[in-house]
Each structure stands twice: as structure tokens, then as C-alpha cells.
């Protein structure tokens, strides 16, 4: 008698930063829509985690060390094989803006470069390992990725520092150059960038700057999430090498 194998059927999405904010929301907006998240983030499964995926389901990684981005790629591999080895989604999400003393913004005057560096490692190095690692996973499926970029990547910012700044112009560069070589592939490359969505990551002072924006409020997670997985849907199918504002009208 030979051993029946059973494959998971549902869409998976790898995400990263999916313990809070930005992340936490697209956990929930996929799982609603029947997806299969796989989450990544450097605290370990929680029981407290509302939506009934178990540990089974999360990777404690550690983005900065790129030899534990190295191993944790290895077991995306091997949790993906439950659904025939086809990755739909990758999600880079994660993203770190460190400040100064008692929250001062970083320049490029007076950035550490050690800083400098870590940033980088988090915010850049970390979506084209993932997106590379992930690539054999993500043709097989006809997959997506979506770089999560920023406002502070096009304009200087008052709050977020020049490395987050740069890191993030980088990263919509690196959505251009992937969507041209992942294309070929069946791959389709964009990147959204949110304004100020009310997460922890934002400065205190940003209530004043809304009083200007268009919409005169901030973000929420969930219309970020919302874009993202519009990006991963098959209403995008035409969509590649594109960056989706999600601002409020900042910029106008
Ligand atoms: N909120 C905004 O207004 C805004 C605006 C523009 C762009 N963004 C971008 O949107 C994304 C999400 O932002 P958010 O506001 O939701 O951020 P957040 O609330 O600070 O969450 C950041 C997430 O990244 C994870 N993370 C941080 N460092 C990591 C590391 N070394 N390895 C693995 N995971 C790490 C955190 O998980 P652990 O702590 O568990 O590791 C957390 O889940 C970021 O890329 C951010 O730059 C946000």
C-alpha cells in the first residue's frame, strides 16, 4: 500500500515583521482570505497570538545576522514542501529606524556606521536574500514579492533617520532591478510605501503633521494591509516593478 501524502492547497504568503503593526494586520487580512501564513520575527510563537496558527507556522529570525537569515531560508524551504514546495507571496516587511538620544533623528553627519550598517542588513540585505532564497518556491507558484518601502525614501524626513532613509530608497531601487529580473520568471515585484500609519514605530510629534495631509489623519494597518494584499491577488496580475503610495496625500 503506498502512503498518501496530503498537500496543502491554500495560497502561502512568507511574511516578515509579523509580530506587530504593519505585519501583524497582513497576518490577519490573509489569514481571512484563506491563505497559509508563514511568519517571521525574532520573538518566539506566542500562544497569545489571536488567528490559530500554531508554531508550526512561525520562524524566529533574526534579520540582522545574515547566517541566521541563511538557516532560517532553509527551513522556509522545508515548511513550504507541505504545500508542494510553491511559495505565492513574499512579504518583506521588516524594518528597524533607530534614533538618537531621547529620540533625535540620525544624520548623515553623525550616523555610527556600525548603525549605518545594521540598518541596511535589516531593511535591504535581508529582502534580496529572501527574495533569492526563496526563488525557486515562488516561480513554481507564479508568486509576488512586496518590498515595504517608505515616504522617508523619497523626501527627507523630520523623524526617520538618513540610514532608515536610504535603506528604503534602496529598496525601491531593488524592486525595479528584481521585477525586471524575476519577470521572466513569472515573478511580479513591488513595493509599497506607507506614510504615517499609527504603529510603533512613529515619533512622537507626527499628530501635528497630519493636521496638513490631505486626509488630516493617520494611516491604520489595516488599509496598509489592505494594498499589500491587492499586490498578491490576481487583480494585480499586470502590476510589476511598481510603488504604491499609501500616504494620505503627504506628498501632494
Ligand atoms: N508605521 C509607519 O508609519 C511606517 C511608515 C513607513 C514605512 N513603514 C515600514 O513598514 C514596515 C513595518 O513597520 P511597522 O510600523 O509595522 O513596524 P513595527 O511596529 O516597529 O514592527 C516591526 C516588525 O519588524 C520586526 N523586526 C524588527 N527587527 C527585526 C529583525 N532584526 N529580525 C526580524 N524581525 C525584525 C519586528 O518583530 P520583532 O521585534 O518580534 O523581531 C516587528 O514585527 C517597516 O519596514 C517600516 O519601515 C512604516
Redesign the pocket.
Same mark, same amino acid.
Given at each position: 500500500m503506498t502512503e498518501k501524502t496530503s498537500v496543502d492547497e491554500r495560497p502561502t504568503l512568507v511574511l516578515?515583521? =509579523? &509580530? %506587530? $503593526?504593519? $505585519?501583524h494586520a497582513t497576518v490577519k487580512r490573509f489569514s481571512a482570505a484563506g491563505w497559509r501564513v508563514i511568519t517571521? &520575527? %525574532?520573538?518566539a510563537f506566542s500562544d497569545k497570538c489571536p488567528w490559530p496558527m500554531g508554531p508550526e507556522d512561525h520562524i524566529q *529570525?533574526?534579520?540582522?545576522d545574515p547566517e541566521n537569515l541563511g538557516y532560517a531560508v532553509q527551513e522556509m524551504r522545508k515548511r513550504l514542501e507541505a504545500n508542494g514546495s510553491k511559495l505565492h507571496a513574499l512579504v518583506n516587511? =521588516? $524594518?528597524? &529606524?533607530p534614533k538618537g538620544d531621547k529620540g533625535a533623528r540620525l544624520d548623515s553627519m553623525d550616523t555610527p556606521m556600525h548603525i549605518w550598517r545594521h540598518v541596511f542588513q *535589516?531593511?535591504f540585505f535581508a529582502p534580496i536574500m529572501l527574495g533569492r532564497g526563496l526563488f525557486n518556491e515562488l516561480k513554481k507558484a507564479g508568486g509576488s514579492i512586496v518590498n *515595504?518601502t517608505? /515616504? =522617508?525614501g523619497s523626501r527627507v524626513h523630520p523623524f526617520a533617520g538618513t540610514a532608515y532613509a536610504t535603506s528604503?530608497a534602496a529598496l525601491a531601487s531593488l524592486t525595479r532591478e528584481m521585477a525586471a529580473d524575476f519577470g521572466p520568471h513569472g515573478i511580479r515585484v513591488n513595493a509599497i510605501a @506607507? $506614510?504615517? /500609519?499609527d504603529?510603533?514605530?512613529?515619533s512622537p510629534g507626527t499628530e501635528k503633521m497630519i493636521e496638513d495631509f490631505p486626509l488630516r489623519r493617520l494611516g491604520r @494597518?489595516d488599509e496598509v494591509a489592505d494594498t499589500i494584499h491587492y499586490l498578491c491577488s490576481p487583480q494585480s496580475s499586470y502590476v510589476t516593478g511598481a510603488e504604491i503610495h499609501i500616504n494620505g496625500g503627504q506628498h501632494v
Amino acid at each position: 500500500m503506498t502512503e498518501k501524502t496530503s498537500v496543502d492547497e491554500r495560497p502561502t504568503l512568507v511574511l516578515t515583521g =509579523a &509580530s %506587530r $503593526g504593519i $505585519g501583524h494586520a497582513t497576518v490577519k487580512r490573509f489569514s481571512a482570505a484563506g491563505w497559509r501564513v508563514i511568519t517571521c &520575527s %525574532r520573538h518566539a510563537f506566542s500562544d497569545k497570538c489571536p488567528w490559530p496558527m500554531g508554531p508550526e507556522d512561525h520562524i524566529q *529570525v533574526d534579520l540582522s545576522d545574515p547566517e541566521n537569515l541563511g538557516y532560517a531560508v532553509q527551513e522556509m524551504r522545508k515548511r513550504l514542501e507541505a504545500n508542494g514546495s510553491k511559495l505565492h507571496a513574499l512579504v518583506n516587511n =521588516a $524594518g528597524i &529606524s533607530p534614533k538618537g538620544d531621547k529620540g533625535a533623528r540620525l544624520d548623515s553627519m553623525d550616523t555610527p556606521m556600525h548603525i549605518w550598517r545594521h540598518v541596511f542588513q *535589516v531593511n535591504f540585505f535581508a529582502p534580496i536574500m529572501l527574495g533569492r532564497g526563496l526563488f525557486n518556491e515562488l516561480k513554481k507558484a507564479g508568486g509576488s514579492i512586496v518590498n *515595504v518601502t517608505s /515616504i =522617508a525614501g523619497s523626501r527627507v524626513h523630520p523623524f526617520a533617520g538618513t540610514a532608515y532613509a536610504t535603506s528604503k530608497a534602496a529598496l525601491a531601487s531593488l524592486t525595479r532591478e528584481m521585477a525586471a529580473d524575476f519577470g521572466p520568471h513569472g515573478i511580479r515585484v513591488n513595493a509599497i510605501a @506607507p $506614510g504615517e /500609519i499609527d504603529t510603533s514605530i512613529l515619533s512622537p510629534g507626527t499628530e501635528k503633521m497630519i493636521e496638513d495631509f490631505p486626509l488630516r489623519r493617520l494611516g491604520r @494597518p489595516d488599509e496598509v494591509a489592505d494594498t499589500i494584499h491587492y499586490l498578491c491577488s490576481p487583480q494585480s496580475s499586470y502590476v510589476t516593478g511598481a510603488e504604491i503610495h499609501i500616504n494620505g496625500g503627504q506628498h501632494v
